[in-house]
């Protein structure tokens, strides 16, 4: 079993700044890319940035600039920080997991997702 557990959301003002982190847990053998999306209300969810285990990032146009993720693989734990945050900014915040795990003398690679941490951004 995995968890993906994310922490840090809040309520901030326009042009404040907030750090979400989430942390994987349970039965690893390996974790690739790491990522948070959101979905505000009434809408789709969508990529905010994800990062590979090498450090390679990418990001939404909306948020290229302002937010920046990062990760620690040591403690399977990813990082976004989000600055100038903008009332369009407010949704809940999931983290994503791509993580290979040792199933049966096999290698299996799933996607895990936390429940998601709400960011709420007052104008």
């Known amino acids: 079993q995995v968890q993906v557990v994310e922490s840090g959301g809040g309520l901030v003002q326009a042009g404040g700044s907030l750090r979400l982190s989430c942390a994987a847990s349970?039965?690893?053998?390996?974790?690739?890319?790491m990522g948070w999306y959101r979905q505000a209300p009434g809408k789709q969810r969508e990529l905010v940035a994800t990062?590979?285990?090498?450090?390679?990032?990418n990001y939404a146009g909306s948020v290229k600039g302002r937010f920046t993720i990062s990760r620690d693989n040591a403690k399977n734990t990813v990082y976004l920080e989000m600055n100038s945050l903008k009332p369009e900014d407010t949704a809940v915040y999931y983290c994503?997991?791509?993580?290979?795990?040792?199933?049966?003398?096999?290698?299996?690679?799933?996607?895990?997702w936390g429940k998601g941490t709400r960011v709420t951004v007052s104008s």
């Open positions: 994503n997991a791509e993580v290979t795990i040792a199933q049966m003398d096999q290698l299996h690679t799933l996607d895990y």
């Open positions: 990062i590979t285990s090498g450090g390679i990032t």
């Open positions: 349970g039965s690893i053998f390996n974790i690739n890319a």
